[in-house]
């Protein structure tokens, strides 16, 4: 079945880096697109970054465009989040979520979540 | 940005009895295919979300049939028919059809 392990969070202090990690397995990775939604304490969803299935494109959201990264090696089945010039508005639980949509954005598994504590 | 309005915020629902949660959007959610791109999601206590619903009406494989949603366009709604303990949650609807993809700010769902 398909599994999505997200890895890489912590605390950090405003400012400074983190890279977070997803480990896929149980499918084809390299025939999906992949998204990054994270959510803070208590809130609702943000969508934050999207990478087309063939690495070709990539797309931020407004708060982070300028400061993440997404990436994916499909030889190791792993996306990534290079998260730079950490804000306190990023601390969040952070999901790699697949996306099998063609015409659509379409989340259909979410991984466990990895939680991000920007603070000094 | 697409806004998704959910109503109400929070429900308490006595086993049994039936529960419907809103989804209002600020455009038309109707793609060009025909297929309207909303979906319904379940975040249950100290979980990741989990997808319930999509295309407005097509239920997941394994999702009870219970569970139904209807709508069209900019109004939509996710009934359950017959509430049990198992459903308490945060509800939270998306669409996929505009960039950027956007969310409900959720329904909270608990247990009389």
């Known amino acids: 079945q398909v599994q999505l392990v997200e890895s890489g969070g912590g605390v950090v202090q405003p400012g400074r880096s983190l890279r977070l990690s997803c480990a896929a397995s149980g499918y084809t990775f390299s025939s999906y697109g992949m998204h990054w939604v994270r959510q803070a304490p208590g809130k609702g969803l943000e969508w934050v970054a999207v990478?087309?299935?063939?690495?070709?494109?990539?797309l931020y959201g407004d708060s982070v465009r300028g400061r993440f990264t997404i990436s994916r090696d499909d030889s190791k089945n792993t996306l990534y989040l290079q998260m730079n010039s950490l804000r306190g508005e990023d601390t969040a639980m952070y999901y790699c979520?697949?996306?099998?949509?063609?015409?659509?954005?379409?989340?259909?598994?979410w991984g466990q979540g990895t939680l991000v504590t920007v603070s000094s | 940005d697409i806004d998704l309005t959910q109503t109400p915020l929070s429900l308490s629902v006595t086993p049994g009895q039936p529960a419907s949660i809103y989804c209002k959007s600020s455009q038309s959610l109707l793609h060009t295919d025909g297929k309207t791109y909303l979906y319904w999601y379940l975040q249950k206590p100290g979980q990741s979300p989990q997808l319930l619903m999509y295309e407005v009406s097509r239920r997941v494989s394994g999702v009870p049939d219970r569970f139904s949603g209807s709508g069209s366009g900019t109004d939509f709604t996710l009934k359950i028919s017959r509430v049990e303990a198992e459903d308490v949650g945060v509800y939270c609807c998306?669409?996929?059809?505009?960039?950027?993809?956007?969310f409900g700010q959720g329904t909270k769902v608990e247990i009389k």
């Open positions: 990478i087309w299935h063939d690495g070709s494109k990539t």
């Open positions: 979520v697949r996306d099998p949509g063609v015409t659509s954005y379409y989340f259909d598994n």
């Open positions: 998306m669409q996929g059809i505009h960039h950027p993809p956007t």
